[in-house]
């Protein structure tokens, strides 16, 4: 079977979809449309995002890009949030990230990235969001960093950044969150128990027969979902995979939560530990709690 008209007539409904939310009047472009096949060949997604504009991700199944295939996103327009987190990409391939003027988001942990790459982000006048866990940045990037006037929320943990040069961050950009990590030898043997903050929403449960199958997960926007097991017995959560696989995450116990980070239309299959399915949820894109009920 031919995969290429499939391939286009996705990238078109993307990009349409994009433009609807933008008020974009011009027509999908051929770089466009080439750009989106590109991306998805080398194990990325494009899709797009409540509110306007285009989130391309690849932290996933496109491991393996490079510095060439980020060339790819820069034929995109209006993309405000992309995840580099676990590719190869160095500081070379950020410099095709200059162009992306509408950027918000911008994820680059464990990347080969360092204040050279961290240079190139200087034009990123929308950035509110820079996650540099795990890089090579060190504090000659603060400097740059700092210039970023809209930017929120800054991630340098487990880099080469010392408290000193956060100090001075933060002493310059006071409205800026910056985490530098955990200090562990300050931590007590035995640190209380986090309290999981219930959200407002809720998920409807969705009950399951045997032998049935829950809908395939897609990959959405980043958030998260809180299981509360109100019923009498411990139960298994499944992730539904996008090729409809199951992936074990774990069991929950009666009256015990559990915040789990997962993706906008997403499915989540709960079992017995017998394997007996029970029900499942689908995720939206807020946060939202899941509730096991009882066995009737």
Partial sequence: ????????????????????????????NTDEVAGIEAIRKLGGSVQPVTGGGIEVA??????????????????????????LRNTQITDKGLAHLRELKSLRHLHLEKTRVGDKGAAQLKSLENLIYLNLYGTKV????????ASLKKLKRLYVWNT????GGVARLRK????????????????????????????????????IAVGETPPKSKLGSNTRIVFENRSKETVRILWVSYGGELKLYGTLEPG?????????????????????????????????????PAKK
């Fill in 58 to 83: 690849f932290q996933l199944r496109g491991r393996n890009l490079t510095d060439a295939g980020l060339g790819h996103v820069a034929n995109l327009s209006n993309v405000v949030s992309l995840n």
């Fill in 160 to 163: 080469a950044v010392t408290k």
């Fill in 172 to 207: 310059q950009r006071p409205d800026l969150k910056v985490v530098l990590g955990i200090d562990l030898s300050k931590l007590p043997a035995a640190p209380p128990k986090e309290k999981v903050e219930k959200p407002k929403s809720e998920l409807k449960w969705l009950e």
């Fill in 1 to 28: 079977m031919n995969r290429l008209p499939l391939l286009i007539a996705f990238s078109l409904a993307v990009i349409v979809t994009v433009s609807v939310a933008s008020d974009r009047a011009e027509p999908p």
């Fill in 256 to 292: 015990k939560v559990r915040d789990q980070n997962t993706f906008s239309e997403a499915s989540w299959l709960v079992t017995t530990l017998n394997d007996e399915p029970l029900g499942y949820f689908r995720t939206g894109s807020e946060k939202a709690l899941a509730i096991i």
């Fill in 138 to 145: 060190t504090d000659r990037s603060l400097p740059t960093l």
